[in-house]
Every structure is written in C-alpha cells, then in structure tokens.
C-alpha cells in the first residue's frame, strides 16, 4: 500500500519486485488508510512474509484492531515487517507486537531501518540472523544535551529514561559517519551528529539541480577520496549499530537543552 511517489513504496515494493523477480501485491494507499486493517486482511490473504511501512502505520493498526470485536487472519507467516521513513518508536514496536500476537505476530519480525531516497532506499538495517528488534535506554537529560548514556536493567526512573530503537548496522558498501557539522570532524560513538553517507548505493546527484548537488556533497580527512552526503539527520552509533533521533531542521535548542 506504500505510495509509489515515495521512495519506500517504488524502490522497495515496486523496483526492487522488477529487478528480483519476487511476488508482489500492490494495493490502492487510499485503501489501507481508509480502513488500516486492510493491510493485515491483504497478509493473510496471500500469505505475505514482507511488508512494512512508516512507524504511524502500525500505531494506526493497533489503534483499528482495538475496535474490532473480532478479527480473522493469520500473520504467522510475515517474518519480516520494515519499519522506516519516520523514526521508529520502541512503544509503538511494542503496543503493534501485543495487539496482534493473538494472530500469530512475533514481535522479531519487526525490522527497523534507515533510508533516504539519496541511497537508493536503505542505508543502515539490522543483519540477517540477528536478534531483532534492539531497544535500548539512555539517560533523557544527556540524550538532550547531545550524548548518549545507556541505562542498566536498575538505572534511572521511568521518567528520566528514553528508550530509542536501532536501526541497525551500514548495509554492504556503505559507510556510514556522524559528523559535528560545524566542524566537519567525526564524533564518538555515544555523540550525537549529522548522519553522513557513503557508498556505491548513494546517489550522484539531483536531476538538473547543480546547485544543490554541490551543496549536498562533504569529504572527510579519514576517507579523503570517498565524497560523502550530508543527510541532515541526526544520530549517534552504539556498539556499531545507528540510532537515528531526529532532523536538524526540526530540532530546537532551550538554554542549551
């Protein structure tokens, strides 16, 4: 149901379909947003094992089914749900997984991603394999200060906690660096930045639009031939996997908070 004007919707569930060669079933976005558990219906009707969508689709999901008096489909065999294009909520992973476990959900089949229409979709997602999804927590007053402080089983209270999702590791032939962007350097892990972006999968340029091009491209004394795409999203790398917090544009500093 992803829109086709989207990145995720034409890379991932039209092009990449085309190039592949998988099975895919597309369907109207005025329908799923009409009535959300058109989705879930479309799942268990053709036995779908990959769909995904933005974070606001499955709370829309969640808020439907809590509803409904009584609902019939099987999602046991969806093993992978993508989750993207907008952060990715630890209580939103984990409201989706309990209301729908009842039809056969596991909440490891959700799959939080990174991406961006300037890397040909996805930059960063967890590996095969693994244990997904990784929620961690951090301390929100130094989350709010720009570092990232993980919390212990017994750390801090509830309410001076933030749990945020990795969005896993750089996908192959991307190198992915989160850079001070008032001075251009790298920062350590834990430190929160500017996401930037480098790879065979990143794009050359916007069409007709030198201007912008130029504007986008950085380099990096550690990797002084490779260019690099300022994507104007901020994270910070834990134990090697991306957390993504937000947009420099979005963001708004009080008092140094």
């Known amino acids: 149901w992803l829109p086709p004007f989207h990145d995720m919707g034409l890379i991932g569930g039209i092009l990449e379909a085309i190039w592949t060669g998988y099975h895919v079933v597309l369907m109207d976005p005025k329908h799923f947003v009409a009535r959300p558990l058109r989705w879930m219906e479309a799942i268990h009707r053709f036995k779908a094992d990959v769909s995904g969508g933005a974070n606001f689709a499955y709370d829309l999901c969640a808020d439907a089914i809590a509803k409904v008096d009584e609902a019939e489909f099987d999602l046991s065999r969806w093993r992978l749900a993508y989750s993207g294009a907008e952060p990715v909520r630890s209580a939103c992973i984990e409201r989706f997984s309990k209301a729908f476990s009842p039809f056969g959900f596991r ?146 500093i009080f008092r140094g908070r």
């Not at 950085?218 to 834990?238: I, Y």
Request: net charge negative.
């Open 107 to 252: 909440q490891a089949a959700i799959y939080p991603c990174y991406g961006l229409a300037e890397a040909t979709l996805m930059a960063t997602g967890p590996n095969p394999g693994v244990e997904r999804p990784v929620i961690e927590k951090f301390k929100a007053a130094d989350l709010e200060k720009g570092r990232a402080s993980p919390v212990g089983e017994r750390g801090a209270a509830d309410a001076d906690v933030r749990s945020l999702v990795s969005c896993g590791t750089p996908c192959a032939d991307t190198v992915i660096e989160i850079v001070d962007p008032k001075s251009g350097s790298i920062v350590e892990d834990g430190v929160s930045g500017e996401i930037w972006i480098a790879g065979s999968a990143v794009f050359r340029g916007y069409h007709r639009d030198d201007a912008a091009t130029m504007d986008a491209w950085r380099t990096l004394s550690h990797h002084p031939t490779r260019p690099f795409f300022a994507s104007g999203d901020m994270g910070f790398l834990h134990k090697g996997e991306l957390y993504v917090t937000g947009r420099f544009k979005d963001m708004m």
